[in-house]
Each structure stands twice: as structure tokens, then as C-alpha cells.
């Protein structure tokens, strides 16, 4: 019997982690993070995330605590967030989240506390043990989640558990129906836990930082349109361009900051050879050569080369992948790292 925290979110998939771990045998704790402190209405770690997740703990009879991480929140998550929008790239906040709260602070305390592991509902799988531990994409393919904590090390996921991963979500809810737990049907949270419907994230924006409005430019350098908020802007983007009627299919090819100009095109502009990467983070030993790359939490991956350079060239043309956002190598279902996108030029192709 091993003594284990479960990061309870309030979910079905964490709650179902913790049910399991009792089953086997394990000392349970439940631990609900509090994040937040501003407006909400959406996101993991709500007032009534809170409430669910302790009152699961109830139900399963088993201790449950709330951590407060507002400010370590504030710091490695909101902030960078604003910071990365005012350069002009499209950050992943619940990567972040996952890399300096969930998977950093909480690990750290969870050792203090003197439990044997930290255990959440991440549909995701462990191959190996010890320090040959390596993740996997989860059963469920739909809900594989490997590609937000693409960070996670081997020495990490030795003491990490993953109880759901083996399982599909509607055997997640089925389980959870048996037990009778509050969480069975509740709807998976998929926003950013900080955006409100209401205000949105221009606002939100707003009230942290001052707004620019941009040009759009074509492949010449020609002015063709303006954007009211450059900072909002996102490569790929089509609303929100103001095109001054052009009937073309026009999209956000590439941001620059400093001189405030957007690069718009039609669909094959908005096509790409090569990905330029930055901090990088590998399961094991830095790794160049054949890969399945995957640059969006539910996207599809697809092979490339990457070179020790940090490019990675697709076998293909892709659409290219925003400043900011992930991109996480694969063999098969292993995952063996992954990097930050790099700012281009309006010019880079």
C-alpha cells in the first residue's frame, strides 16, 4: 500500500483516479489547487471545482485539503501569458500551468509531505519505471492529453501515477455512474481557466496592457488593411482583419511586433516547410532525426525532420504554427520532447 495525492480539479477523470487508487488499497489524499483569485466562470480550479472535487472526497471518505497557488499562478502562468501576447505570440497557458504548478510546485510539496506519489486524471500512459519511465499517449486517443505535459521528464514520471489513461472516457463515466460520484456527467473543462465568456480576451488583455492597433501587409510589403489590436492577433487567424472588402480567403501569416505589421495570405501562404524551435524539453537525451510532430492539444500528428539545429522540416507542407505554441515529438505513442515555436520574420517561409 503506497500513500498517494490525488489532484482533484473538480473533474470526472480525477475523481475517477482517486476512486481507483482507494480501490487498490492506497492511502488516498485529495488535493483541489486554488489558482485564480480574479473573475471566473470556466476552466479547471473554480469555486465550484472546489466544491465538487470535496465533496467526491466525501463520498470516496477520504481527507481532502485546498493549496493556494495564486501568486505562483500569477507569476509562471497570467503574466507570462500577457508578456507573450505583447510579443506578438500565441501562448498555451494550461502548458504553463501544468509545467510550474501541477507538475513543479505541487510534485515539490507532495515529496515534502512525505507522499510515496502525486497521481491526476490526465489521459495519458506510463511506460517503464524508475528512471526508464517514459509517457505515452492515452488509450483514448480523443482525450490523449501527452501533448500538454510534453515536459514531464523521466525522473518526473517516476513518481507520477495516471490511474485513467488505460481507460476510454466513457468507461471513466461509466465507472464514476457506479459509484454514484456527482462528477459523472459533468461536462470536461477545455478554457482558460483566467478568460471569462462575458469579457473575453481582449478585455482582459486591456486592463493589463495597452492595445496597438497594426497593418495588415501582403507578400510586397503593400498595406492592404489594418487590425484594431496587433497583440490579439494570431497567426491563422481570419476574424477580426480589416480588409477594406477584399473578397480574398486572407488569413494571419506572420506577426511582427516592432514595426506592427501583419503579413496576411490566402491558404497556401499560410503553408510552411519548417517549424524554428526554442527550449526544448526531452523525455531523456536530446534526440534529432525522423519524428511525428503534433503543434495543437487535439491535432493530428505528422512526420518531419528534426535537425540539431532545432528546425524541424515536415515531410509535407503544414499550416504554420504560431509563436508560442508547442510543438511535441513522438515515436509511435512515446513521447520523446518538445519545443516553442520561434518568432519569424513577416518574410519566413
Not at 480576451?201 to 496597438?212: M, P
Not at 503593400?222 to 489590436?229: H, L, P
Not at 477580426?240 to 501569416?253: C, E, F, H, I
Not at 519524428?291 to 487535439?298: D, K, N, P, Y
Request: net charge negative.
Amino acid at each position: 500500500m503506497s500513500k498517494i495525492l490525488v489532484a482533484m480539479s473538480g473533474g470526472v477523470d480525477s475523481s475517477v483516479t482517486a476512486a481507483l487508487l482507494k480501490n487498490e488499497g492506497h492511502e488516498i489524499t485529495g488535493i483541489t489547487l486554488k489558482l485564480w483569485g480574479g473573475e471566473q466562470d470556466k476552466g479547471c480550479c473554480s469555486v465550484s471545482d472546489v466544491d465538487d472535487a470535496r465533496r467526491v472526497a466525501q463520498q470516496l471518505d477520504i481527507d481532502h485539503f485546498v493549496f493556494n497557488y495564486g501568486d505562483q499562478f500569477d507569476k509562471h502562468v497570467v503574466q507570462p501569458y500577457v508578456d507573450s501576447h505583447v510579443a506578438g505570440m500565441t501562448p498555451n497557458p494550461c502548458i504553463e500551468c501544468n509545467r510550474h504548478i501541477k507538475f513543479d510546485a505541487l510534485v515539490e510539496r507532495s515529496h515534502r509531505l512525505g507522499f510515496d506519489a502525486l497521481a491526476t486524471g490526465h489521459h495519458v500512459r506510463l511506460s517503464g519505471v524508475n528512471e526508464g519511465a517514459r509517457l505515452r499517449r492515452g488509450a483514448d486517443i480523443g482525450k490523449d492529453q501527452s501533448y500538454v505535459l510534453y515536459m514531464l521528464r523521466s525522473k518526473d514520471l517516476a513518481y507520477l501515477r495516471f490511474p485513467v489513461g488505460d481507460l476510454s472516457k466513457e468507461a471513466v463515466r461509466k465507472y464514476a455512474t457506479e459509484l454514484g460520484l456527482r462528477t459523472a456527467d459533468k461536462p470536461d473543462s477545455q478554457d482558460v481557466c483566467f478568460i471569462t465568456a462575458d469579457n473575453g480576451r481582449e478585455k482582459f488583455l486591456a486592463e493589463r496592457v495597452e492595445l496597438h492597433p497594426g497593418s495588415l501587409v501582403d507578400a510586397d510589403g503593400k498595406v492592404v488593411g489594418s487590425v484594431e489590436a496587433i497583440e490579439l492577433v494570431t497567426v491563422g487567424q481570419r476574424k477580426g482583419l480589416d480588409l477594406g472588402g477584399n473578397s480574398g480567403r486572407s488569413y494571419a501569416v506572420a506577426v511582427d511586433m516592432p514595426s506592427r505589421k501583419v503579413r496576411v495570405g490566402d491558404a497556401s501562404e499560410l503553408k510552411s516547410d519548417t517549424v524554428v524551435l526554442k527550449d526544448f524539453s526531452w523525455a531523456d537525451a536530446p534526440f534529432s532525426g525522423k519524428v511525428l510532430a503534433q503543434t495543437s492539444a487535439h491535432g493530428k500528428p505528422a512526420p518531419g525532420w528534426l535537425d540539431a539545429s532545432g528546425t524541424l522540416t515536415w515531410d509535407s507542407k503544414r499550416q504554420r504554427v504560431a509563436a508560442g505554441q508547442a510543438v511535441v515529438f513522438y515515436h509511435d505513442d512515446l513521447v520523446i520532447g518538445g519545443a516553442i515555436a520561434k518568432q519569424g520574420a513577416l518574410s519566413n517561409e
